[in-house]
């Protein structure tokens, strides 16, 4: 399982839902969302536990599926009545193979850990302010403690540069 950053406004998540949703398909898997459960969000509520709700998103499970940039949407069957079924994108926690349970999570980033970073050595571009971008980060201005959970995704390979999406 991969686990994506994904903070308020983030314009990835969207084609990340998007391509995993393709890549289950191809390798003939049944593509699942998990989502948390709002009161604008329309699933079955008898299906809800501990406000998430895991939905089946295969092409035999759903009508009309429609993945967008905000949203989530599609006809489904749940005790034999059709429902339509609304889920924001900013809602979905993960979407993995029913199969083999590989897939993405994303993890939301609290507003005290992006105030943490910014005390780390990220600036941000004054034009760019209130917009999702990129950013160098040196890993001698990060923290000791970054580094150790970015250690996974950098390699083995020390000292090296790598790309952050800040906000």
């Known amino acids: 399982m991969v686990t ?17 949703y393709q890549w ?5 898997f049944s593509p699942c969302i998990q989502a948390t459960v709002c009161p604008t969000t329309r699933v079955p ?3 809800v536990e501990s ?8 092409p035999v499970a759903t009508h009309k599926l429609d993945l967008t940039n905000n949203d989530i949407s599609f006809t489904g069957r749940f ?14 926690l993960a979407i993995f193979s029913k199969e083999t349970g590989q897939g993405v999570t994303f993890e939301n980033i609290p507003n005290s850990e992006q105030e943490s970073e910014q005390k780390a050595g990220i600036s941000k571009n004054e034009n760019t302010i209130g ?5 160098m980060i040196d890993p001698g201005n990060a923290s000791t403690n970054e580094l150790k959970k970015r250690k996974s995704t950098v390699g083995k390979r020390k000292n090296t540069t790598f790309l952050k999406r800040v906000k």
């Not at 289950?24 to 003939?28: A, E, K, V």
């Not at 339509?84 to 900013?90: A, C, H, N, R």
């Open 79 to 92: 005790a034999g009545s059709a429902m339509e079924i609304w889920v924001p994108v900013k809602n979905v």
């Open 45 to 47: 509520r008898d299906y």
């Open 24 to 28: 289950c398909l191809d390798f003939g």
């Open 131 to 135: 917009k999702d971008h990129l950013v």
């Open 51 to 58: 406000g998430m709700i895991i939905l089946n998103i295969s």
């Open 4 to 20: 994506v950053s994904a903070g308020p406004g983030n314009i990835l998540k969207p084609y990340i839902l998007r391509a995993t």
